[in-house]
């Protein structure tokens, strides 16, 4: 125990030392970005925008579905968020693979790799929000003060997303095979959220084993703040945010104790 | 005064030279056959092997170590050690104070970033502050000479500019402990002369230096001891002039072993004749070689070969042909001897003198392993020749420059 309370004051201490870098390292990426590709941030309101589109096809016209809200702004709230999370863990798996010079040639705590690819689809979901607003307008949707708790929300997904993000990115080094892994269970991770349908109307066994997915009780938090403008039910909560602050504890420690392999393996 | 320290105590690393498993595929099969195997005594599985064995050294403030050895000989692996990159299976490596590292000196740089944004990531990934590299920023830019191209993206830039830049950054840190690895290969001439310059006033600024290198006289210049490796091994770590003698009679022998025939004996001699392996700059030496060429041919002549060791340049070259002294016509079992005079007019440094025996075809039949011969106490300490020049001045009268220009 002494050992894990000594290895998270270090951990903490040198991403302390090193913050300008994962800064800078999130800036890098940003930028590079806009810089390569034409649309550059468009990239962050296109595809969940398109997706939206997509569903909305599919549970308007084909089939229909009760939701709370307006199809199209249930279906782009749970995209906007479900993007954050997806985005980050495929960028934040190959962070450390792409950047094998650094990885190998200069010393700095490796965690800033993913995290800092967090902190770029962060900014992704800062662009995003701004059709969520747009939206919100058209469909007249009121905030209320519920909106304040926003930010714990994104918090409790954050810390969830880092602690994934750094046992992907260190297994990922290892076994390149990580990535096309987490892509298969990124889709099944997605139909097993109430990302585009509501989930709560699942039953018996399998409903059980979805009320243990921390994202669909996120995801409802978000919806339900920003849409209902209520506050969401804090048990389920609750168990996401232990499971977070489990994630983020575990894979940090791991990543941590791992960290002096990482340059022969890159 | 800096604290920066560093100490290796008895550090060894292994290193798999077999493939790595890096996929799915090849990891289950490697796993069931790690479970069958086991550890030999010597601590190694198979494929395995020490690229560093039982290397110890300190470095306190203010002192420059050199580390020299043949190429696989584990100085990358010492200073990957060094740097925190990799941990020591055994033995411990530590250091203290701000580690400034001269390694990879471009390796955050990202080409379509401009030279201005990459001087900020590359400052980060070494450890600077915003403001710090904010303050320095106009001072990097004139360093790396990169002028008005700051706000080009660097993949328009060359290689040299790329590499100055780079420099520039690392040029910039306050470290308290610099661990340098061969950078001085990158740019132009004077932008060598310049980086050169720069090492030599982190060296006296009183911080502990670490120093890898190939090129024994900058080596020399700038240590005052060096550590020299084989095979992962110390082979001695000793006062610079002392251990580079020692590095210079390993590259010898790795020579003999390399040519296999030591058929061609070679020797320096000094004015008595009797054999020396050291001499002050300028006196007058013989070296004298004696051969028992192979059959092949009639005719043989010698070719006497000085290379300069720190630089690995050949410096003189000479045919006995050339300086009046005729091809020798040999029986079969008849050798052949011949002794050059010559002033030893060579800067302070470390010298191999190697002779080839050449036939009627001109073609090398034997070749001797260098000699090492040491030139000492000289007053052009860096330079490479004695031209034993002789000079007289006066003082001008006013203007009178100007009138016989």
Not at chain 1, 138 to 148: F, V
Request: glycine letters at 8%.
């Amino acid at each position: 125990m002494n050992n894990v309370a000594r290895d998270l004051r270090e951990m903490l201490h040198e991403q302390w030392e090193y913050r300008e870098l994962l800064t800078q390292m999130t800036i890098r990426d940003l930028v590079v970005r806009y810089k390569q590709s034409v649309m550059g941030f468009g990239w962050a309101i296109f595809m969940p925008l398109m997706n939206t589109l997509i569903f909305s096809v599919v549970f308007t016209r084909v089939t229909t579905i009760e939701t709370s809200t307006p199809y199209p702004v249930f279906a782009y709230t749970g995209l906007l968020f479900w993007n954050y999370f997806s985005s980050s863990l495929r960028f934040a798996a190959n962070s450390l693979a792409s950047n094998a010079t650094l990885v190998q040639k200069i010393y700095f705590p490796r965690e800033i790799f993913p995290f800092s690819a967090i902190l770029v689809c962060l900014a992704d979901l800062v662009v995003g929000a701004s059709v969520l607003v747009l939206m919100m307008i058209y469909y007249r949707i009121a905030i209320t003060p519920a909106i304040l708790l926003l930010p714990v929300l994104l918090l409790i997904q954050t810390v969830l997303t880092a602690g994934i993000s750094l046992l992907l990115a260190m297994a990922n080094l290892f076994l390149r095979d990580v990535k096309y892994l987490l892509e298969m269970v990124l889709s099944l991770w997605m139909f097993a959220t109430s990302v585009v349908y509501p989930m709560d109307q699942v039953g018996g066994n399998l409903g059980m084993v979805l009320k243990l997915n921390p994202m669909t009780p996120i995801i409802e938090g978000f919806r339900s703040v920003i849409l209902l403008g209520k506050v969401p039910p804090v048990g389920p909560l609750a168990v996401a945010s232990a499971l977070a602050i489990a994630a983020l504890g575990i894979g940090w420690v791991v990543f941590h104790r791992a960290e002096y392999k990482f340059a022969e393996f890159a | 005064m800096s604290t920066g320290s560093l100490v290796f105590d008895g550090v060894w690393k292994k290193f798999n030279r077999g493939q790595r498993f890096d996929s799915i595929r090849d990891l289950v099969p490697a796993m069931v056959s790690s479970l069958t195997r086991r550890a030999n005594a010597s601590g190694l599985e198979q494929k395995e092997f020490w690229a560093l064995q039982n290397v110890s050294f300190e470095v306190k403030a203010g002192e420059a170590l050199g580390i020299i050895g043949p190429n696989g000989a584990g100085k990358s692996t010492a200073l990957k050690v060094l740097t925190r990159l990799l941990r020591p299976d055994r033995g411990r490596s530590v250091v203290q104070g701000r580690v400034g590292a001269l390694v990879e000196i471009a390796a955050g740089f990202h080409p379509d970033l401009t030279g201005r944004e990459n001087v900020f990531m590359q400052g980060a990934i070494m450890g600077m502050k915003r403001a710090e590299i904010q303050r320095k920023f106009d001072d990097i830019v004139d360093f790396a000479g990169v002028g008005e191209f700051i706000d080009t993206p660097i993949k328009r830039y060359s290689s040299g500019m790329n590499a100055r830049l780079g420099f520039a950054v690392a040029a910039h840190l306050e470290p308290d402990v610099l661990i340098i690895d061969e950078v001085l290969s990158v740019g132009d001439l004077s932008f060598q002369e310049k980086c050169y310059e720069r090492m030599q006033q982190f060296v006296r600024s009183g911080i502990a230096v670490v120093f890898v290198s190939h090129n024994l006289s900058a080596i020399s210049a700038l240590c005052d001891r060096v550590l020299v490796l084989r095979q992962g091994q110390v082979q001695t770590l000793a006062p610079t002039q002392e251990a580079i003698t020692v590095y210079a009679g390993m590259v010898q022998e790795a020579k003999v072993a390399e040519v296999g025939r030591h058929e061609v004996n070679v020797q320096a001699l000094d004015a008595d004749g009797s054999p020396i392996t050291e001499v002050r700059g300028g006196a007058p030496i013989t070296v004298r070689v004696s051969a028992y060429p192979p059959p092949d041919g009639r005719h043989f002549y010698a070719e006497l070969q000085v290379r300069h060791l720190e630089s690995g340049t050949v410096i003189y070259r000479c045919q006995s042909r050339a300086v009046g002294s005729e091809p020798l016509t040999l029986s079969p079992g008849e050798g052949l001897e011949a002794a050059w005079s010559i002033r030893a007019n060579l800067g302070r440094g470390h010298y191999g003198l190697s002779c080839a025996i050449l036939n009627d075809r001109h073609r090398w039949v034997a070749v001797s392993a260098p000699t090492l011969l040491t030139v000492n106490e000289r007053e052009s300490e860096n330079a490479l020749v004695y031209l034993d020049a002789t000079c007289e001045s006066r003082v001008l009268a006013p203007h009178e420059a100007a009138v016989t220009a």
